[in-house]
């Protein structure tokens, strides 16, 4: 059986891993998420660790960069002042000067890489830095937090602002692939989808295996959005989810929206009706 849930609000891709990303009207989507999407990473030479916001004390001054493709170029843009820059080493040399670390800037990895993620409390950022390895439900080489797809609904996104009505839940906090208007539907209702599949389109299918736990990246300064704690501690009050197909049984506390994999290829388009298999 199926039923209606909506339809496609945004599509989004991430060129580089941990910076802001760009807006699509439509595009193609495989096992390997978003076409263009965290498609290049940038790693630090004295570690060999790719780099990632999710370690703040260290990469904070990356979130406020936006990459983006033109005719399959890379190009990446600071957020305050507009400049762009397009060439490998300008690129490099800027996260240089921004964080006194040198790093390559690395795409098509053979292996699954690691990352560096702040997993303390927030109020005490800096004190539990764990090594973690990328992209483990998607295939080795990719530059995914978690899966090659993240979603998110307005469903949530109004629910939880309900808490906090004073806070900016800004999409650029949270950097899903794609935004499902699901309508006058009320709640967290992505939560319920674990173990389904979505039909998006002619002929798109993503099946839903977990839900999204969030981190200290939705904390911070980015552009017009001034760093706030209190995003993620109202995230965690108020929607703890278990782990459906990794960790079965095990809650995750701060939840906002869902990861998923693909399981038919097609295209994705702006206002595309979303159904859902049960």
């Known amino acids: 059986m199926r039923h209606n849930i909506g339809s496609v609000k945004q599509i989004l891709r991430f060129p580089v891993k941990s910076m802001g990303g760009e807006s699509l009207n439509t595009t193609y989507v495989d096992e390997n998420g978003v076409k263009g999407d965290r498609i290049f990473a940038l790693k630090e030479l004295e570690t060999g660790f790719i780099v990632s916001a999710k370690n703040p004390k260290k990469w904070k001054a990356i979130i406020e960069l936006e990459a983006f493709l033109e005719n399959e170029k890379l190009k990446t843009r600071q957020i305050q002042t507009r400049q762009v820059f397009d060439n490998e080493n300008d690129i490099t040399n800027l996260i240089e000067k921004l964080t006194s670390r040198k790093v390559s800037l690395v795409s098509n990895s053979n292996q699954q890489e690691i990352r560096e993620a702040d997993r ?67 709640g967290f209702v992505e939560n319920k989808w674990l173990g389904k599949t979505l039909h998006i389109g002619a002929g798109l299918q993503i099946k839903i295996i977990e839900p999204c736990p969030r981190c200290v990246v939705t904390t911070l300064k980015q552009g017009e959005l001034e760093k706030d704690n209190e995003i993620l501690k109202t995230i965690v009050r108020h929607n703890q989810v278990e782990s459906y197909t990794y960790y079965p049984g095990t809650l995750l506390k701060g939840v ?18 979303v159904v859902i298999a049960s």
């Not at 499902?180 to 539907?185: G, S």
Request: net charge negative; charged share 25%; proline share 6%.
């Open 120 to 186: 303390s409390p927030i109020e005490q950022v800096g004190s539990d830095i764990r090594q973690e390895p990328l992209a483990s439900a998607s295939q080795k080489g990719h530059f995914f937090d978690f899966a090659p797809i993240h979603i998110i609904t307005t469903s949530s996104l109004n629910q939880i602002r309900k808490y906090y009505p004073q806070g900016k839940f800004d999409l650029k906090r949270f950097r899903p692939n794609i935004v499902i208007d699901t309508e006058d539907k009320t």
């Open 256 to 273: 906002l929206g869902v990861y998923g994999v693909i399981e038919k290829s097609g295209k994705i388009h702006l206002e595309d009706e």
